[in-house]
């Protein structure tokens, strides 16, 4: 069975049926007759059982004469079954009192409403507020004629809402001009407001008169009486559809006199468009239903009179009038369907059709360090990734989310930046969200923004993951990064995927080394005559936090203290120990570029690959590192490009050989470098997330 995403509801008081069809259901018949989207249809309608739909996609809502309230009941049977079937779309017709129930239960769907009637007059919208809250809370508003559309924005603050629209009823045209004979038709309720007694004395004088015409009257009223007789006049009751078209293919000239204000008027566009000289009355949205040439100025019998006399009196000119009707339908079915078609498509496949060459919107959430003032500008795995990003022709927006975490006016900080991120998606629509060290997005935060806006989303992380590592917090990072994991395409974390223990698919793991920056790890220390010191070695107690905290045992202290016991003869230069405070950004560096080595050490045990971000600083700018060989940098890295130690011992001797060969310090320095760009500046890395994530 195919889902049906689409449900018509129908007024109550419809009959969706052939014979007894009004016109409501005639235009649902015509538009679904050719609609593309009719299979995925399901009309909603109140049939008695022994009559049978026009189509088969229809369900009858079944409404007991006893029950009151018989609108609200039929609009709770829709509604339950939208509960159960989720519609994509949900279109009713005239009744402004089901679309506000609808409104009111916040559904999902998107509602399309058509008033076939003046909404002044209709219960639900007949007053200024009603009609405010449905244009100001409805998707889209279909009026069947301007006069209608009017009717609806008279007392309004505006004219206009760029929800709505004009869609008239509309007619497929007859191919083949039809065989016209001598007769006079009217069709229609036979009352006052139609103009049926105006009509009705005009055409028995027209019948005395002209003996070689009749006149043919289709429909009821048993409310209202007339006694109009003739030899030549034929009343049938009201017919089906089909049949009506028929009799109007035959018949010469058509006559529509309504009194009251038709909201558009079928009889007059379908009887034109059938070849008839049709006479209209300018009542509503009469006008508007083909181009007449016959509108009545005097609205009385003795005018219908004249008006029909003429015609008749006038071959050539009735006959030129049927055909410029018959040629010139200005409401054609085709055109309706294909306007109707078109909204709903864009309904159902929301999506704008992108070059598929062009590159992509980037949302980046992490802290890009603004409320440090940027002193950790050259250690910022995030500004690095964006400025990546960026380099490889994608748009990217950077939202500092920890700009936010520390106001005080904001009582729930996560529910407040959750709503920030739907409002900033809503207005960049993204194809990609990267979360850079954080994960505070809710499970229907990230629900919504896939499903809203078929992006992907990406997290990388910086810190301590890997449980034989044992480094700091490293289990609460692996619980924040594993939260809503389902919903996360892909993982970048600096801990290697081969130290994980966890619960995230293994394919969405992915190794992510600190990246370099052309423009930041640009200088070459490698060329520096002036390097007094000989080896180099930074720690701080947080890059946030910026300072050495009081008290604070650091396990790589121990490591510097053994070296410096073991190899005096090395010159040292120690940051964040010996209440040497940590330096930043070019203090760093200036202290950096004193140095021939470098020494990369990071919290906790050694494991494959992974390092402080620092590691990017030293191999980056062109000085030659030393790392632990338990790390696995030597499978990435040759000895002339990175050093690998296997103990202290090891590590001592390696830099008091190479100071007595500074050449091969510098060619070591030079060539480390070179490699590191080569494998991961941050144009490789970030354009390995949007590869992989893809």
């Not at 058509?254 to 000289?277: I, K, L, N, Q």
Request: aromatic share 12%; hydrophobic share 35%; glycine share 4%.
């Amino acid at each position: 069975m195919i889902k049906k995403d689409i449900a018509i509801l129908l007024p109550y008081k419809e009959n969706y049926n052939l014979n007894k069809a009004g016109a409501a259901s005639i235009w649902v018949k015509d538009y679904l007759s050719i609609s593309k989207l009719k299979n995925i249809t399901l009309i909603y309608g109140n049939l008695d059982k022994k009559l049978k739909p026009i189509t088969s996609n229809f369900k009858n809502i079944n409404i007991n004469s006893n029950i009151f309230k018989k609108n609200l009941s039929f609009t709770k049977s829709l509604y339950n079954d939208y509960l159960k079937y989720k519609y994509e779309i949900i279109e009713i017709h005239n009744r402004p009192e089901s679309l506000i129930y609808l409104l009111n239960k916040k559904i999902k769907s998107k509602t399309i409403f058509i008033f076939h009637n003046n909404p002044q007059t209709v219960r639900g919208s007949s007053t200024v507020n009603q009609r405010k809250f449905i244009i100001e809370n409805c998707d889209y508003v279909y009026f069947i004629s301007k006069w209608v559309k009017k009717m609806f924005f008279d007392g309004l603050p505006y004219e206009h809402k760029n929800n709505c629209g004009i869609l008239y009823h509309s007619i497929k045209p007859l191919k083949k001009f039809p065989k016209k004979e001598n007769i006079i038709i009217f069709t229609g309720k036979l009352n006052v407001s139609k103009g049926y007694d105006l009509f009705a004395k005009a055409v028995v004088k027209i019948l005395d008169k002209y003996k070689n015409w009749k006149s043919l009257v289709i429909g009821n009223e048993p409310r209202e009486k007339f006694d109009f007789h003739h030899k030549n006049l034929k009343i049938l009751d009201w017919t089906n559809h089909e049949q009506i078209l028929k009799y109007y293919s035959k018949a010469a000239i058509s006559v529509v006199p309504s009194h009251w204000d038709e909201p558009f008027g079928r009889t007059a566009m379908e009887s034109a468009a059938y070849g008839c000289a049709t006479i209209i009355s300018d009542r509503g949205g009469l006008p508007e239903t083909f181009d007449n040439q016959i509108i009545l100025k005097d609205l009385s019998s003795e005018g219908i009179f004249n008006s029909i006399e003429k015609l008749i009196l006038n071959n050539k000119k009735r006959q030129s009038i049927q055909k410029k009707n018959y040629s010139n339908v200005i409401h054609k079915l085709a055109n309706k369907v294909k306007k109707m078609d078109v909204l709903k498509n864009s309904y159902l496949k929301p999506e704008i059709f992108i070059n598929k060459n062009s590159k992509l919107k980037i949302l980046h959430i992490s802290q890009f360090d603004e409320r440090n003032d940027y002193r950790l500008f050259n250690i910022s795995v995030s500004s690095k990734l964006s400025k990546g990003f960026i380099r490889n022709g994608h748009d990217v927006v950077n939202f500092s989310y920890r700009n936010y975490i520390n106001k005080s006016l904001i009582s729930d900080k996560n529910k407040f930046l959750n709503k920030k991120i739907l409002t900033i998606c809503n207005n960049y629509r993204p194809n990609l969200i990267v979360l850079g060290h954080n994960n505070f997005l809710y499970k229907d935060t990230l629900e919504k923004l896939k499903s809203n806006y078929k992006l992907k989303i990406s997290l990388w992380y910086e810190d301590a993951l890997g449980h034989r590592g044992e480094g700091p917090n490293w289990r609460e990072n692996l619980n924040l990064i594993e939260k809503n994991h389902d919903l996360i395409d892909t993982y970048f974390t600096t801990t290697h995927p081969d130290e994980l223990i966890t619960k995230i698919n293994r394919a969405k793991l992915n190794f992510l080394p600190i990246p370099v920056d052309e423009n930041i790890e640009n200088i070459n220390i490698y060329q520096n005559p002036n390097r007094h010191k000989d080896l180099f070695f930074a720690l701080s107690h947080g890059v946030n936090f910026g300072k050495l905290k009081k008290h604070k045992v650091d396990e790589r202290e121990l490591i510097i203290d053994n070296l410096i016991e073991k190899y005096p003869n090395i010159n040292y230069n120690i940051l964040g120990i010996s209440n040497e405070e940590p330096k930043w950004n070019y203090e760093f560096l200036k202290e950096l570029n004193k140095c021939k080595m470098a020494l990369n050490l990071s919290r906790g045990k050694p494991i494959k690959y992974t390092s402080s971000n620092r590691i990017a600083s030293l191999i980056g700018n062109g000085i030659y590192t030393f790392v632990d060989s338990r790390t696995q940098f030597d499978k990435i890295f040759n000895d002339d490009e990175v050093g690998c130690y296997k103990s202290h011992d090891d590590l001592g001797g390696k830099i008091e050989y190479l100071l007595t060969n500074e050449k091969k310090i510098n060619k070591y320095g030079k060539n480390g470098k070179i490699k590191y760009f080569k494998l991961f500046n941050n144009k490789i890395i970030s354009q390995k997330i949007i590869t992989k994530t893809f």
